[in-house]
């Protein structure tokens, strides 16, 4: 893979990822992507699918729009040269944390992204509070009782 040979090339990239996206630079983050690539964001289970640079454009430009103040952290998971590139983030809004995602950068032997998937969860609780089992339950009412008894039995 062209650029991008070791871990040390694939941080680099995820950095690069990071401060892009900090700073809202729009042209920089249009030029790791194909002329023919493909953007899927998930939202908290809400897909959104964007194919090729004018479509990638105007998605990144909404998201720089909305999200102004929205900062992320991110920290490369895994990298293979032959697949791609792998890494969560954290994201912030006015120093208080927001969110948390993951994005899979599959690149191309040019070194380009050709497909770059997003996962994000807009709002992260855990599970044994108030507010994370309501959110369990109104995600998943049909399992939210057996999973509240069987957490239960097994004492997690």
Known sequence: MKGITDR???ER???G?????NEKDLDAA???????AEVVMVTDGVIDTFRGKDAIYRCWKAV????????????????????G????W?????????????????????????????ITFSQILPSEGFRGS???VRAHPRYALSTLLVRKKLGI
């Open 17 to 21: 990822a990071q401060d892009v996206f």
């Open 64 to 83: 720089y729009t909305i999200f102004p103040e929205f900062r992320l952290t991110k920290t490369l998971s895994f990298f293979d040269p032959e697949v």
């Open 90 to 118: 954290d994201g912030s809004m006015y120093g208080k944390k927001a969110s948390y995602g993951q994005d899979l950068w599959f690149l191309g032997q040019d070194g380009l992204v050709h497909r770059h998937k997003l």
């Open 8 to 10: 040390s090339d694939a």
């Open 85 to 88: 590139i792998f890494n969560e």
């Open 134 to 136: 309501l959110q369990w």
């Open 13 to 15: 990239f995820v950095k």
């Open 30 to 36: 249009m030029s790791v992507y194909t002329e023919a």
